[in-house]
Nanobody
Framework: QVQLRESGGGLVQPGGSLRLSCAAS????????MGWYRQGSGKQRELVAD???????NYADSVKGRFTISRDNAKNTVYLQMNSLKPEDTAVYYC?????????WGQGTQVTVSS
């Protein structure tokens, strides 16, 4: 079993930045694909970005050039640096760990972009 704990959400003005963190309860980053998903009010959950165990990254078109996913294997932590935030980025952001048939989710952290 793996527990994922997100942090770093909050209220930010348009154009601002936030960094989300996802800490895993054990050393899995080297073998799991780690991802950030988000779910806005009344919307389906969608992939924001992910990073494979080999370090390959993938981004949703809506966040390319603004968000960066990274990981620190020694700290069992994945990050999502979010810059140039827009009101449409407002959502609950979830951390995900995925490998073959195994998938784990964090509890989510709220990000609100508003003036």
């Amino acid at each position: 079993q793996v527990q994922l704990r997100e942090s770093g959400g909050g209220l930010v003005q348009p154009g601002g930045s936030l960094r989300l963190s996802c800490a895993a309860s054990r050393s899995i980053l080297s073998i799991y694909t780690m991802g950030w998903y988000r779910q806005g009010s009344g919307k389906q959950r969608e992939l924001v970005a992910d990073i494979t165990s080999g370090g390959n990254t993938n981004y949703a078109d809506s966040v390319k050039g603004r968000f960066t996913i990274s990981r620190d294997n020694a700290k069992n932590t994945v990050y999502l640096q979010m810059n140039s935030l827009k009101p449409e980025d407002t959502a609950v952001y979830y951390c995900n760990a995925n490998r073959a048939t195994m998938a784990y989710w964090g509890q989510g952290t709220q990000v609100t972009v508003s003036s």
